[in-house]
C-alpha cells in the first residue's frame, strides 16, 4: 500500500509562486508514474502535470504549460510541483497521485490525466490564488 501526503498549498496573490509537495511512503518501488490533479468546487478533477518515474518524462495540461514545473526527487520519495505565475483560475484544491500498473510511455502520454489511471491518491492541499 502507498501513502500520499501533500504539503505546500497556501494562498498567494496573482503572479505569486507556491511549490507542493507529495512524500511518498509504502512500497515506493512500486510506483511507475505519478501526477498532479485538482479539483475546483463544482468542477470534475482535472489532470495538471503528470511523471514517468522510469525515465522522468513529463505531461502537463495546455493551462499550465510554461508556469508549472512537474519534478521528482526518487532519494527523499517526494514529487514536487512548481508553480509559477499563478492565476486565479489555479484556484483549487490539488491532489498527488500516483499508480504502480504498467503501462509503456507512450500508451501514459495518452492517459496520464485520466483519473482512473491512479489507484493511490493524496488527502490534498488548497491553493487559492486572489485576483
Known amino acids: 500500500q502507498v501513502q500520499l501526503v501533500e504539503s505546500g498549498g497556501g494562498s498567494v496573490q496573482a503572479g505569486g509562486s507556491l511549490r507542493l509537495s507529495c512524500a511518498a511512503s509504502?512500497?515506493?518501488?512500486?510506483?511507475?508514474?505519478m501526477g498532479w490533479f485538482r479539483q475546483a468546487p463544482g468542477k470534475e478533477r482535472e489532470g495538471v502535470a503528470a511523471?514517468?518515474?522510469?525515465?522522468?518524462?513529463?505531461y502537463y495540461a495546455d493551462s499550465v504549460k510554461g508556469r508549472f514545473t512537474i519534478s521528482q526527487d526518487n532519494a527523499k520519495n517526494t514529487l514536487y510541483l512548481q508553480m509559477n505565475n499563478l492565476k486565479p483560475e489555479d484556484t483549487a484544491m490539488y491532489y498527488c497521485?500516483?499508480?504502480?500498473?504498467?503501462?509503456?510511455?507512450?500508451?501514459?502520454?495518452?492517459?496520464?490525466?485520466?483519473?482512473?489511471?491512479?489507484?493511490?491518491w493524496g488527502q490534498g492541499a488548497q491553493v487559492t490564488v486572489s485576483s
Open positions: 511523471i514517468y518515474t522510469d525515465d522522468g518524462s513529463t
Open positions: 497521485a500516483a499508480d504502480g500498473r504498467w503501462r509503456s510511455r507512450g500508451n501514459y502520454g495518452g492517459t496520464w490525466y485520466m483519473t482512473d489511471e491512479y489507484k493511490y
Open positions: 509504502g512500497y515506493r518501488n512500486s510506483i511507475n508514474y
